[in-house]
């Protein structure tokens, strides 16, 4: 069987991994950008640089679905998500709207798209570290991610969860909160692993877009990692 990865998210920390990561593995790569994005000529050339192909379908129910179809991948990665900071600069009108309207609403059209195209492809989820899908939350960036966790359960597709902790590692943007939280999180952790709580350090740790990205593919090709869930311990294997 061909290994071909669809990428939602490509232009992300994690999806530029995936797409590396795919290539490296001699996979097929197709990176999905927004086709309204501001840089299209840009992602198009660095991608098509690597080796990978550049998929422009909008963000659209029957148009997604006719291009999995078409393309026929036997991985889509949705990577897909947007930050309080950033709802604000594309105008959202609050981060909840923008979590509805992104992380679950872009997340799980393309779910559909992949479950209508009758091609079976694996769906890999980035989720969160400790998510427990069967109790709601009242966090809306927890809640989105609460659902998509159940409809990949009830639905008719095979799946692949990872709960990271926090992503770390080189951004355009700048995420200082972001950073801080990783250097805080590791550092605390740290002390804690020097106490002996060895298991709790290694579950929250920190972990980079690169080393995610290359466990995202990894369990994407693993018939053992099939309709089953990772947390951040079982990631750096
Ligand atoms: N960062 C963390 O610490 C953390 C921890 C746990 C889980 N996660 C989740 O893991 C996933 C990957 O995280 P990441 O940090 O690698 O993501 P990221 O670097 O922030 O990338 C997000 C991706 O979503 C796309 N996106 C955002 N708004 C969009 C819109 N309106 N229309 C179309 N595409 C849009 C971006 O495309 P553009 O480049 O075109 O904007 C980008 O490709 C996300 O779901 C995130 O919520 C993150």
């Known amino acids: 069987m061909i290994e071909r990865g669809f990428v939602a998210g490509a232009t992300g920390l994690t999806g ?17 950008v927004r086709p309204d994005a501001r840089d299209l000529a840009t992602h198009r050339a660095a991608f098509e640089a690597l080796g990978a192909t550049v998929d422009t379908t909008p963000w659209e129910q029957a148009a997604m679905t006719e291009t999995l179809r078409r393309l026929a991948p036997s991985a889509v990665f949705a990577l897909l998500g947007t930050t309080r900071k950033r709802a604000k600069q594309e105008g959202a009108r609050d981060a909840t709207a923008a979590y509805e ?15 209508a195209s009758g091609v079976r492809p694996r769906f890999v989820y980035v989720s969160m570290v400790g998510l427990d899908p069967s109790r709601d939350s009242k966090n809306p960036y927890t809640q989105v991610r609460v659902r998509i966790e159940r409809e990949l359960a009830a639905g008719a597709l095979p799946y692949t969860i990872v709960r ?3 992503i770390s590692g080189d951004r355009d943007e700048a995420r200082a909160g972001e950073s801080l939280a990783a250097g805080v999180l590791d550092g605390a952790l740290g002390l804690v692993g020097a106490l002996g709580a060895r298991r709790l350090r290694d579950r929250y740790r920190s972990i980079t877009g690169d080393a995610l990205g ?4 990894r369990l994407a090709f693993d018939a ?6 990772f947390e951040p311990d079982a990631l750096r294997a």
């Open 101 to 115: 309207a992104i992380d679950y609403g872009l997340t799980a059209l393309l779910r559909r798209a992949a479950e």
């Open 164 to 166: 990271p902790s926090v």
């Open 224 to 229: 053992e990692a099939e309709d089953r869930v």
């Open 16 to 32: 530029g991994a995936v797409v590396r990561h795919l290539l490296a593995r001699g996979a097929e790569a197709i990176a999905h």
């Open 214 to 217: 290359a466990a995202c593919v």
